[in-house]
């Protein structure tokens, strides 16, 4: 390489001017959010407010008793922290850029420095296997090769040469070379990608969004219910002044928080969390990473199915397919039937395939022949790399698309009818018309014709050419690419990208469940549709993305139609995701490559690959540890499990909000005390929705998913609330009226009976369709009731007894009617459901 091109580099000044200026690699990211907003969001809410609140009121008034609800208000705001602290220090981890020293050129030396140091204008000593710290420009190289994959999507390592275009995160696979720093640090490429895939956000979750929506609507309502129940313990207790001055306010003050609590669904919130992080676990287990809880039910929602090809579709590795002897048909067999047609014996054409399999900067096209060719026939890779020298090698080139190596004859050593040029590249450039040979013959033309049949079944095809007319020996020089004369084609080769054992029974299962797929890849949309046709997907030709329209409407009308696309750039992947949600679709992207950090973000659930870059795992909602596309389909499953069993355990939780609100509001209304204390409602709260809540979140659930499920709780709930209130009037307003006046622990303990065997009842409901272990959980609540009112110890505690006379007649007609309005309102919403 001329050290005029070069240069020695920057002096130590002008690396100290540009760091004085900020002229850098160093790159200082954060997500958008810190520990304390993390704590702050979680921590300081309304919900929290009210229940931080009246727990402190209840110690202050000395009810520790009654103030076992705070334990679960703590372990909901513990988890919502921990769930978004490791979210963010993922995406502060996020990097693009890995290599973590360099080496430049400065003062005439080659110096090795970190990544982070690096100055524009520095020039990068480049070789095989470096990674590009800087967007850089080309001075001088030879044979230098990038692979832009994780950055483009494209799956070719391309030549560059000096004057071109390095980007920031791509790496070297073949050759060396200088090139000059000309963006740095934030101004990078790969920088820019970083900042945008470090901006933080939670996925998309239904629950989570229906149970703050719930949340809210109770928070706002809490205010005027507090008031109403107030109003009505105080007059229960001689009016205002009365409780203030004799003190008995405090007995008010337990009832009105014993009303509000009873309305905030504390348990809702853990219980989901629960059924997240075990579905989290489960999925480990089949080496599916969850970076964030509520990603498990993202699958059991997704209708679109975005998948990137390199990597995900196929393995991202060449396989070398075939040979295709020309003048004997197609042969899996590299040996020629009629001999004196073939411009060089068997032996010598697989000799110079075994030396372009086997030489040091071969790229991945050629090493995939390796293993055929390289300890092949006729001496093998092995001896020719000992004993024969090339007069001339000219390595591959994107723009030419072609390669060649050229023996001298008769050469000491050598191999007869070896010598000459040998060419491997793309048939119609090789044998371009233009190049000004003589008129085609039958046999370029046969070859030409047979190579365009194996293309359009999706194969890579090269030619293998030779020539008895030797390169001059500084062919390889910059930018000689002049092909020998009298080329005479001599066999097809063809490959075929890898693809995943598991692609195609896992494409089938997502089409059976109804969700439409999208194939995008940065890569030929031809070879993109011919992937697709080999895993059952045939989507015609393919949609080229520079034909994309810009307008996003336009976009959007055009994915309902096209499903595999090609030639995509990153941008335009993440353009094409919002299109899709543009039209109401819950998207899922895959993929592995930094170019699929920006789509797999956007989208509501992105999924890596297990040998994604370190920057798409960052962003991705879910990975594939062991890269088994055959793992999403028991994603799917876990999420429908999920996102089912929460639905069963909101019907409860809201049930109970339902006709809290409800007693709170008729018996404030009606100035009669609040039928229950803290500590009663925390023990039937445990043994008809806490402890069986639990298991069901757990239990086996394949039901499809269907959208609106806070709807379709709230259809169950608010009728059940009213339900669950009436039966508790009735047995209030027996306890005031007849020939006695019940005392406050009698109509305590019957309102305690009639909500436990309602709320036993709505249970009932919730866990259907029942089996032996959903009748086994049931059966143990109802004991454990049972035992509420025989056991001294816990009778006690609770200050509970048995209703006796009317008041136990009342109790056991209220439950009863209670029972079978529960059983009708089951029935008519089931047959509402499925009527639709």
């Not at 900067?361 to 024969?388: C, D, I, K, Y």
Request: charged share 20%; aromatic share 6%.
């Amino acid at each position: 390489m001329s050290d005029d091109v070069v240069g020695g580099g920057l002096s130590p000044a002008d690396v100290a001017d540009r760091e004085n200026a900020g002229l850098t690699n160093a790159v200082a990211h954060s997500s958008s959010r810190s520990f304390w907003q993390i704590f702050r969001a979680n921590v300081f809410t309304l919900f929290n407010a009210i229940v931080a609140t009246s727990f402190i009121l209840l110690l202050a008034l000395g009810q520790w008793k009654d103030a076992l609800f705070g334990v679960t208000a703590v372990t909901n705001a513990i988890i919502g922290v921990v769930q978004e602290y490791k979210a963010k220090r993922l995406l502060d981890a996020l990097a693009i850029l890995t290599a973590p020293d360099v080496r430049v050129l400065r003062g005439g030396e080659t110096v090795s420095i970190p990544s982070a140091r690096v100055v524009r204008d520095d020039v990068l000593v480049l070789r095989t296997g470096d990674q590009v710290s800087a967007d850089a420009l080309v001075l001088a190289g030879e044979g230098l090769q990038v692979d832009e994959s994780l950055l483009t999507g494209e799956s070719l390592a391309v030549e560059r040469r000096p004057g071109d275009t390095l980007l920031s995160g791509s790496s070297v696979v073949a050759g060396n070379g200088f090139a000059r720093a000309t963006a740095v640090g934030p101004a990078s490429f790969a920088s820019g990608l970083t900042a945008e895939a470090r901006r933080f956000s939670l996925v998309h979750s239904e629950i989570r969004t229906a149970t703050n929506r719930v949340l809210r609507s109770i928070a706002i309502a809490l205010a005027p219910i507090m008031l109403v129940v107030i109003n009505g313990q105080m007059q229960t207790l001689g009016g205002w002044r009365v409780a203030l001055e004799t003190g008995s306010w405090r007995l008010g003050a337990v009832g009105a928080v014993a009303s509000v609590i009873a309305i905030v669904p504390l348990g809702l919130v853990l219980m989901t969390s629960v059924a997240f992080a075990v579905g989290g676990v489960r999925l480990a287990r089949r080496n599916v990473l969850i970076q964030e809880l509520a990603s498990v039910e993202g699958l059991a929602r997704v209708d679109v199915l975005c998948l990137d090809k390199t990597g995900t579709l196929t393995e991202g590795s060449i396989d070398f397919d075939t040979v295709h002897v020309l003048g004997q048909g197609v042969s899996r067999e590299a040996g020629p039937v009629n001999p004196g047609s073939m411009p060089a014996d068997s032996g010598a054409w697989r000799s110079a395939l075994a030396w372009m399999a086997t030489e040091p900067n071969a790229n991945e096209t050629a090493r995939s022949m390796e293993g055929v060719f390289g300890g092949g026939a006729a001496g093998g890779g092995a001896a020719l790399l000992e004993h024969q020298v090339p007069v001339a090698v000219v390595p591959f080139d994107s723009v030419s698309k072609w390669s060649a190596v050229c023996f001298a004859s008769g050469a000491a050593g050598s191999q007869p009818g070896l010598g000459g040029t040998w060419v491997l590249g793309a048939p119609e450039l090789v044998f371009a018309e233009e190049r000004g040979d003589s008129p085609r013959s039958d046999e370029v033309r046969d070859a030409l014709a047979r190579a365009s049949t194996l293309a359009s079944s999706g194969l890579r095809t090269l030619v293998f050419a030779h020539s008895t007319v030797l390169l001059a020996p500084d062919a390889a020089d910059e930018g000689v690419t002049v092909l020998p004369a009298a080329l005479v084609p001599v066999a097809l080769l063809t490959f075929r990208e890898k693809v995943r054992a598991d692609a195609a029974s896992t494409l089938r299962y997502f089409r059976t469940e109804g969700i439409s797929l999208r194939i995008i890849s940065g890569d030929d949309p031809r070879t993109v549709a011919a992937v697709a046709r080999r895993v059952g997907f045939d989507a015609g030709e393919g949609f080229d993305a520079r034909n994309l329209p810009d307008d996003l409407a336009e976009l959007a009308d055009l994915l309902e139609v096209q499903r595999v696309f090609g030639r995509v750039t990153p941008r335009q992947k993440e353009t094409m995701v919002r299109a899709l949600q543009s039209h109401g679709h819950t998207v899922a992207m895959t993929g592995d490559g930094v170019n699929d950090a920006l789509a797999l973000k956007q989208a509501d659930l992105g999924i890596a690959m297990g040998s994604a870059a370190p920057a798409t795992k960052a962003v991705a909602r879910l990975v594939l540890l062991d890269g088994r596309f055959s793992s999403l389909p028991a994603v799917v499953a876990e999420g429908r499990r999920v996102i089912a069993n929460v639905e069963r355990v909101s019907m409860l939780y809201l049930s109970k909000a339902a006709y809290a609100a409800l007693i709170s509001v008729v018996f404030g209304l009606l100035l009669w005390g609040f039928p229950f204390l803290p500590r009663q409602l925390s023990a039937l709260d445990g043994l008809t929705i806490g402890l069986p809540s639990f298991f069901l979140a757990l239990m086996p659930n394949s039901r499809r998913y269907s959208a609106g499920f806070l709807r379709r709780s709230l259809t169950f709930a608010a009728p059940a609330g009213v339900i669950v209130t009436l039966a508790v009037f009735a047995v209030n307003l027996t306890a005031r009226s007849g020939a006695s006046i019940a005392l406050p622990i009698e109509a305590r303990s019957a309102s305690v009976l009639t909500l436990a065997v309602l709320g036993l009842g709505i249970l009932g409901v919730a866990s259907r369709p029942l089996d032996r272990v959903r009748v086994a959980i049931i059966a143990a609540m109802i004991v454990g009731t049972a035992l509420l009112f025989t056991i001294p110890l816990a009778r006690d505690f609770f200050e509970l007894t048995v209703p006796k006379g009317d008041l136990l007649t009342a109790t056991v007609v209220a439950s009863a009617g209670g029972l079978v309005a529960l059983e009708i309102l089951a029935r008519v919403r089931a047959h509402a459901r499925w009527g639709r």
